[in-house]
C-alpha cells in the first residue's frame, strides 16, 4: 500500500480540541484504492513542528500529504495555495514563542505552491455539495510555517513526497457555541469533504483549470 | 398526545431546496413526552401565508408552533426575540408580489415579541455544542411576516397557541457550496438544534435571565 | 426659529470618543430654513437617560429629534426603523447597570417606528454618495432604550414633538485605527449625512415608498 | 530630486472612479524633503501592465515606488506584504483577458516580499488614528500581477528601485453608497494615509518588529 499522511495539530489558542486533529483521526486507516491513510498529531509549535514532520516523512514515506488545521472564523473549506516564507506570530504557540518577522527556513524560497490539484479538488467538493474555496494565504502561524516547511522538505530532503499541500477547516459547532458569531462545519460535513481531498489527491495527476481566483 | 407545529417554507430566491423545510419535514411525528411534532410547509408569499397558517391553526390546534426559515449568509441558529408589523420586500415573494412598507396586519401593534423561552433554549443549546444566537430581527420579508401572523393568530383568534416564535436558520452545506464564501449548517445540526428547541419550549414555562443581547 | 435637537452619547464601552457626540456637537447651531439644531450630549446609562431626554425635550420644545449613536462595526450609516421595547444589555452601561430582559417602559406598546421620513434620507444620501441603509434593528442597550423612550415621550408628554428617530454611526477613524479589521467613516462622511437627514426631515412630510428592506 | 512613484488604476469592475488613481493623482507633485511624487494611472490589463510600469520605471527612475489599488470590501489601508508568481482571474480585465492559473512571469520565484517598511509604516498610520493592518495576499489579479512584476523588475532590471510594495484602499464613500453594505473609507483619509507611507518609506531604512500576523 502506498500511504497519504494526513495530519492534524493539537489544540490552541485556548480551545480544548482542534478540529483538524478530529478529523484527521477519524481517516487513519481509511483506504481508497492502493493507498491508506495514517494520521499523525502536530505540536502547535513553531519549534517543534518541523523535527515532527521530518520525523513522520521518514518513518512513514508517504507519497501524498496533507496538512490540516483550525481556521476560526472562516466558513468554509480553505484549499491553501501557497506557503509563505515567514512566521509573524499574532500570539504565543504552545511552547510560548512568538517569533515576529523571521523566515520559516532562512535562505529558502519566499513561497512554495501546494502541489495538490486544489482546482480539481475544489470541483469535486462543490459537485458533492461540499463548501469550499481556495485560499491564497494560510496566515504566517504555525499553519503556514508546518505548510512551508512540509513543502521545503518535499523539495528537498524527501522527494519522493509528490503531492504536498495544507488544508484549513473552520470550527466544529461545539466550538462556535462558545465563540458565538463565528461559522462552523458538523465533523462528517468535513471528513466528507477531506475523502475527496485525498482521492482526488491520488486520482489526479494534472490539475484543472478553473478560475477561483480572488479580486484582492 | 398535544401538538407541536413546525413549518418551513418552499424555496425562494432562486434555490432547489429550502433547509426550513428539510428541517421541519424530519421531525414530522418525532414526539417528546405528552407532544408529537406535526410538519407543514409553507408558500413563501406574502398573500398566501395567512390563510395557510391559520388554516393550520385551526385544523390542529397545536398548543406550540414554531415556523422556521431561510437565513442564508446566518451563520447559526437564530432565536428571533420579535415580529414587527411591516413588510418591506427587497425581492418578489414567489407569487411576484413586492409590497414596500405596508402592515402585515393594518390596525395591529408594531410588534409581538416571541413567547418561546428563547433564553432558556439558548442556554440549552450552547450546552448541547450547538451554535445559536438570540435575534432582534426576523427581517422585512416573509419569514418575519409569518412571524407576526403566527403571533398575532395566536393573540386574536388561536388563543390555544400557548407558545409562538420563530427561528432563522443558515444555509445547507450544499446550498452553501453554490454560494461561496457563504456559512451553513449540515442538516443534522440543525435537527439536533430544533429538538432541543422543542423540548425546552415543552418544557420551560418561565424563561430564564441570561444577558444575550446586542449593542447594537 | 423651529427647533432640531440632534443628540449623542458620552463614550462607553472603553472608548475614550463617541462619534455620535462629535458629529452632534459639530451641528450645533446649524441651522436649515426656518430650523436650527441644538445639539446636546446624553449619558449612557439606562436609569439617566429618560430623564435627561424629557428634561431636553421640555426645556426646548424641539420640533424634530435625532438621536444618534455609535454602532461599532457597522460599515455605513444606519436609518433605524424601529425601537423595541426591551432592555437586554450585553456590559455594563456607565452607571454599572446591566438590565436582562426588562421592559423599556412597563406597560408601553412592543414597539414603535420611527416617524423619520428613513427612506427618503436613504435616497438622498445615496444620491449625494454617502453610504446608509434602513436597519431593523438598534440592538437592545442603550442607544434602542433611548430611541424607545424618545418615540415614547413624542406619543404621550410631548406630542409637539412631529419627527423623532435615531441614527447609528460607524467608528471614526481613529477608533478603528485601534481595532484593527474594524470599518469606519470619516467625521466630515458623517457630519455631511447628517446634514442630509436633518434637511430630508424639515422638508418631506410623507416619506416615499423605496424597498429597502431585508430578507432576514 | 528623487522621485516616488505612485501609481492607481483606471476603474474596473463596473466602477466609473478607482479610488487608487483618485488618491495618487492628488499626491501628484506632493514633497517630501528631498524626495517628490510624480502619480501614473495604470490600465486594469494584464497583457499592458508590464510594459507600462516599465516605461515609467525607465523614464522617471524612482527611487520608491508604491502601486496602490482598490480592494472593493475592505475595511481598512491594506500594506501587501506578498506578491505572489500566479494569475488567477475571476473576472476578465478592461482588455477581456482572464488568465487562470498562469505564472505572471514564468520561471521567476514564486513570490516577491515587499521592500516597504510596513511594519513602521502600519505603527504610523496607526498612531495618526488612521485603520491600517499588514495583508498576506493582494489576491491573483491585476492588483497582485502588478505588485510581483514591480518587484521582479527591482529585482532584476531597474535595481535602482530601492523600495517597492503595494497598498490595497477600500472603496470610496460614494462606490459604497452604491454596494449597500460594503465598508468604505474617505478620500482625505486615504490621502493621510498614502503620505504617511511615503514618509516612512523615505525614512525608514530598517523595518521595525511589530506582531501583525495572521492566525490563519
Redesign the interface.
Known sequence: MKRVLVTGFEPF?GESINPAWEVARRLDGWRSGSHAVVARRLPCAFGAVRDALDHELTALAPEIVICV????????V?LE??A?N??????ADNDGA?P??RPVVAGA?????TTLPV?AILQR??R???????S??????V?NHTFYVLRHLAETTHRGVHRAGFI?IPY???Q???H???????L??LIAALRIAIETSIEVSD?I????????
Not at 69 to 76: C, E, L
Not at 86 to 91: K, M, P, T
Open positions: 489558542d488545521g483550525q481556521a476560526g472564523g472562516r466558513v468554509d480553505s495555495r501557497i509563505i515567514v512566521d509573524d506570530a499574532r500570539i512568538q515576529i518577522d524560497p519566499a513561497a512554495y505552491f482546482k467538493l462543490r458533492a455539495g461540499l463548501p469550499a474555496q481556495v491564497n494565504t494560510a496566515g504566517t502561524f499553519c484549513h466544529l459547532p461545539e462556535a457555541a462558545r458565538p458569531g463565528s461559522p462552523s462545519l458538523a462528517d460535513t490539475d483549470q478553473l478560475a477561483a481566483g480572488a479580486l484582492h
